[in-house]
C-alpha cells in the first residue's frame, strides 16, 4: 500500500551479483540507509536482492536510476576502481 492506501501499480524486483558475500554485504550497506522507504533489499550470498514499487513507470524509473547510480558508486569505492 502506499500513503494514499492505493496498491502501487508498477513493481520491480532485481538480483544483483557480485564476486563474492562479502562485496555484496559492503555495497548494501554503503546504499541501504539511502533506499529506506523506497528499495527493500537483503544480501543473500554474494548476491543483493532489491524489490521497489511505484504509482507509475515513470516514479518507479527514477527510484530504479537513483537505486543502480548509487550501488555502482559504492561498488567502485568498495572496489577502489575509478
Excluded: Q, W
Excluded at 539511502?34 to 548476491?47: C, L, M, P, T, W
Excluded at 507509475?56 to 567502485?76: P, V
Amino acid at each position: 500500500m502506499n500513503a494514499s492506501g492505493e496498491a502501487p501499480s508498477v513493481k520491480c524486483s532485481l538480483i544483483l551479483e557480485f564476486p563474492d558475500h562479502g562485496e555484496a554485504e559492503k555495497v548494501h550497506r554503503s546504499v541501504e540507509l539511502d533506499n529506506e522507504g523506497y528499495v527493500r533489499s537483503r544480501v543473500e550470498g554474494r548476491a543483493i536482492h532489491a524489490e521497489m514499487d511505484a504509482e507509475s513507470l515513470k516514479s518507479l524509473l527514477h527510484t530504479l536510476d537513483d537505486f543502480l547510480s548509487c550501488i555502482g558508486l559504492a561498488e567502485n569505492i568498495v572496489t577502489k576502481k575509478r
